[in-house]
């Protein structure tokens, strides 16, 4: 797993006001919205319920066409491996 060290300084400033926000759903909502790191919400079956403006952007696709995908149906087949386990760690500890 990824040490917030090891991030890029911009992305480490995004980890970091997000997790501020644990607790605060609006607080949550805003840094959500205002960030400019692309940012999705899946469910905990993996299908997309939000994106930010950056994330639709990269993605090419409105929310409505988002939200009728699941995670590995946008993930690069040579990556599907390691979103697995990521995926079941996430799972498995939050």
């Not at 992305?11 to 840094?31: D, K, M």
């Not at 919205?33 to 994106?51: C, F, T, W």
């Not at 990269?58 to 990556?79: G, K, P, Q, V, Y």
Request: proline letters at 6%.
């Amino acid at each position: 797993m990824t040490s917030p060290r090891d991030l890029p300084p911009s992305l480490r400033l995004a980890t970091e006001s997000l997790r501020s926000t644990r607790g605060h759903v609006l607080q949550l909502r805003r840094a959500f919205d205002r960030s400019q790191i692309p940012m999705l919400i899946i469910d905990n079956h993996g299908v997309y319920k939000e994106a930010n403006g950056p994330a639709r952007l990269i993605f090419r696709m409105s929310l409505r066409e988002l939200r009728e995908h699941r995670l590995d149906d946008l993930t690069a087949e040579a990556d599907l491996p390691g979103l697995r386990d990521a995926w079941t760690d996430l799972r498995r500890h939050g």
